[in-house]
Each structure stands twice: as C-alpha cells, then as structure tokens.
C-alpha cells in the first residue's frame, strides 16, 4: 500500500526499496561466499594467488561484459520480471559451487554467479529509481547498502558456517537464493504496475541532459577513471586483505575474516552516507571526499601494526565506499534517457575492474609478496584528483518521479 501511495503522491516509495535493497543484499551476499572461501579452495586444490584471482575475473569479467548489454536491451524494453530469473541463475551457480570437484568447474559455477547478477543490476537499480521519488541519492545508496550488508556477512558465513562444516555448506544458501526469486516477482509486478501509469508522463516530458553532449560525455569517462581507482583499491581489499593479514601479522584464519567482516561492514556504512549525502550537497562534493579523501589512510597503513591496520581499514572502508552511489547518480544526472545503460555500464564496469584488479593483483603476489601489493595500492586514490574537471550540476528540488526511470 504504501509503494502504491507514493506513485499516486510523487512520494519515496520506501517498501519497494526496501525490497529491492534487501534483494540486492541476497544476490551480494551469495557472490561474497565464494571469495570468501579462497582461502579454502586455495588449500584443497592447491591454487596460486594467481588461480585465486582468475576466480573472481571469472565472475566479475562475466558481469562486466553482460551488464552494459542488459542495461541497453532494457532501455529499449524494461523487463521488470528479469530480476527473478537472474536470482535463479545465481542459485543455479551456487549450487554448482557446493560440489565444485576441480577448479573448471569452480570457474563455470564463478561465470553463472556472474550472470545472474548481470541480470540483476541494471534493472534493480532502475526501478530503485523509479521508487525514489526524486530523493535519488538516498535511493541508489539504499539500493547499494544492502549489496554492501550482503557482501559483508559472506566472511561471517565462512567463519561461522561453511569453515567448519565444509564445502558443501554452501547449499543452504539456495534458500536465501529462493526467498530473493520470491521477492524480486513481487517488485516485478510493482514496477509493471507503475511504467503502466506514468508511460503517458514519459511520452510528454522527455528527460534531457543538464549540459552540452560533448560535456557529458567527457565527464562520464571521467566518472570511469575514478571507479577503476576505487575499484582496483577494494580489489585488493576484498579478494587478498585475509592474506595480508595472516601473511603480515601470523593470525588464524577466521581470525582474518571477523577482520575482513568488519571492514566490509564499514564499506556498507559509507555507502549508505554517500548518497543522502550527495542529495544535500551535491555529488561532486561527495566524491571528492571519498576518493581523495581516503588517500592519507591508504599511504599510512602498510607501514602499522595490527590493530592499527585493522582500525586504518574501517576508516578506508567507510569513506571510499561514500562514493559509488554519488558517482552512478551523478552519471545518470548527465544521460537521463539512458538509466539502465549507464548502471549496466558503471555495475559493469566496477565488476570488469574489480575482476582484474583481483587477477593483476594476484599475479604480482606470486611475484613479489602480498606486503608489495598494498604498498602500490596505496598511491590509488590519489586519482580522485580528476574530480577537478567534472561538471558542477544544479542541485534540483525533488520531482514526484524521475521520467528517465519508467521509460
């Protein structure tokens, strides 16, 4: 009822965030269990860092390449019931996980995952927009957060759950998987509902950019250079900081994944402050915190002991995580008539980076040692400078609902 209400009255349609954001929390979640077992698939198979990485180039660069495409094909014809099918292309691919007997077949359930959340994100973070009802900061990181929240309790889930009960563990995941199918056909069914009434509005309001063609384009570009450097960082946060962390300082393993938890829940946390954030005071000021922001405590860390390590990446965690929301919002602010393309192309893009970031970065452990590759990551946010020459965008009142997202 309440989603229902806030289309009639151009309000936030909180229910159907929530939805859509606690489905976001279970496609995330059932991708963290996989890195999360690195550290196990590493031992049992006998992988190099640089197999470890090529897991997640596997699923990331499957996502990377797909996202874009579903983004297109669903700016042309939104497929709301999509979302359903994705989730059940990411059960398939943990199922296949669970009883994964050679590393082949843990690079085809990797590309699977993949898929399904190629499926997933374009057309989830359209609707989160469509739901927003003009407060489009606040939606994208609610949107987003729960991603986070679901990515963070996948160390919790090794720890606690398939570490001491075994690969095969994973399986019960496809519970979760199936209460997402569920819940992503009732936002399906919102979101027909809701195109159906606003289809006239769209057709009279076509929705343009706020500066010249040229402009946009060069600051979308732009928005990618920082999501690699954002991206190749958490790269090397997510897939090697329990490596790094028992490598450097002797601690056990789940030791290393409470540790990898609470920097993810940090993440989670920034996440969420980025995009009310960026709604007050603009996105360009939000990213300009985050990205540059991070740098001194990225330059800092390689060189303190544990608890500060572990203190440093909270922080880290926290403010590089602000961006992301502010940097999709603000892309779709500068092309409006294509929403599902540019969150197919930056979701994409991220995972592309995340993907090779993980592989490139395993491949210079093996070489050097994990201590060297936090060392180079740390100069990585120094290109938040490039926010410089990005476009300052009026700051709108917000409108009842962005005409962009139910085209």
């Not at 090529?54 to 660069?61: A, D, K, P, S």
């Not at 490596?243 to 920097?263: G, M």
């Amino acid at each position: 009822m309440q989603a229902k209400t806030a289309v009639a009255t151009g309000g936030t349609a909180l229910g159907i965030l929530a939805a859509i954001s606690l489905s976001h929390g279970i496609n995330d979640l059932l991708q963290a269990v996989s890195p999360a077992l690195y550290p196990v698939f590493k031992s049992d198979f006998g992988l190099s860092f640089a197999q470890v990485g090529i897991i997640t180039l596997c699923f990331q660069l499957t996502a990377s390449i797909l996202q874009p495409i579903v983004g297109a094909v669903t700016d042309r014809k939104p497929m709301p019931f999509s979302l359903p099918v994705g989730m059940a292309l990411t059960l398939c691919g943990i199922t296949l996980l669970s009883m994964a007997w050679s590393y082949p077949v843990i690079l085809a359930a990797a590309a699977m995952i993949g898929t399904g959340s190629a499926i997933f994100h374009p057309e989830s973070s359209r609707i989160a927009r469509m739901a927003s009802g003009g407060r489009h900061g606040f939606a994208q990181s609610l949107f987003q957060v729960g991603g986070n929240v679901g990515t963070s309790l996948g160390p919790l889930a090794a720890a606690y759950l398939i570490l001491p009960n075994g690969q095969r563990s994973i399986a019960w995941f496809g519970l979760v998987a199936l209460a997402g199918v569920a819940i992503l056909a009732n936002v399906g069914l919102w979101a027909r509902r809701t195109r159906r009434a606003q289809a006239a509005k769209a057709a009279a309001t076509p929705p343009a950019s706020p500066v010249p063609r040229d402009v946009a384009i060069r600051s979308i570009a732009l928005l990618g250079v920082l999501v690699f450097s954002k991206f190749l960082y958490t790269a090397s946060m997510s897939n090697y900081y329990t490596f790094y962390l028992i490598d450097t300082f002797h601690v056990d393993v789940r030791t290393a994944q409470l540790c990898l938890f609470a920097y993810l829940a940090a993440f989670a946390a920034g996440t969420f402050a980025g995009g009310p954030i960026g709604d007050r005071y603009g996105r360009k000021f939000v990213i300009w915190f985050s990205i540059l922001g991070a740098l001194p405590f990225t330059l800092l860390m390689p060189h303190v002991g544990f608890w500060a390590t572990v203190g440093l990446s909270l922080v880290i965690g926290f403010v590089l995580a602000s961006a992301f929301s502010s940097i999709v919002v603000f892309a779709m602010e500068l092309a409006p008539a294509h929403v599902g393309t540019i969150a197919g192309m930056f979701f994409g893009f991220a995972f592309g980076m995340g993907g090779i970031g993980a592989a490139s970065l395993g491949w210079l452990a093996d070489r050097t040692s994990i201590g060297f590759v936090y060392l180079v990551c740390s100069f990585l946010p120094a290109i938040g400078l490039l926010t410089w020459f990005l476009p300052t965008l009026p700051r709108k009142s917000p409108i009842a609902v962005d005409a962009a997202a139910s085209a």
